[in-house]
């Protein structure tokens, strides 16, 4: 009873802090999978670059903008970096070649299936 109660409680806190510290991404542990979830808002699929390994999924996604203005005696030019990198360690392994990884919505989704 008591490994019960503990238990929920350490879930609970690990989803509060999770949610509140880390909004850009959720992570799912189910029977056979975990599915990870990315929020890459402003950042286009050509522009994200994953590695999927059997420890762990990392990703880099980078948009970098230029805007210049030429007019008659002026010259304006402005430029923009986003950048996101994260890797996230599986808590068993996986089997890479049977995941899948996609990419809508602005958000990336890891079905990274559990190695048996």
Partial sequence: MKKDILGKL?????NSFNNFFNKD????????K???KINLQGVDKKDIVTKLTKD???VNAEKKKIQEVKKKG??????SYKGFNKKISFPCEILPNKSK???ENKVLKIEAKKAK
């Avoid at 350490?10 to 690990?14: D, L, P, Q, V, Y």
């Avoid at 991404?25 to 029977?31: N, S």
């Avoid at 002026?74 to 430029?79: D, T, V």
């Fill in 34 to 36: 975990i599915i990870v």
């Fill in 25 to 32: 991404f959720k992570i799912e542990i189910l029977k056979d």
């Fill in 56 to 58: 762990y999924i990392e």
């Fill in 74 to 79: 002026l010259f304006k030019s402005e430029s």
């Fill in 101 to 103: 990884i996609t990419y």
């Fill in 10 to 14: 350490i879930k609970n806190t690990n």
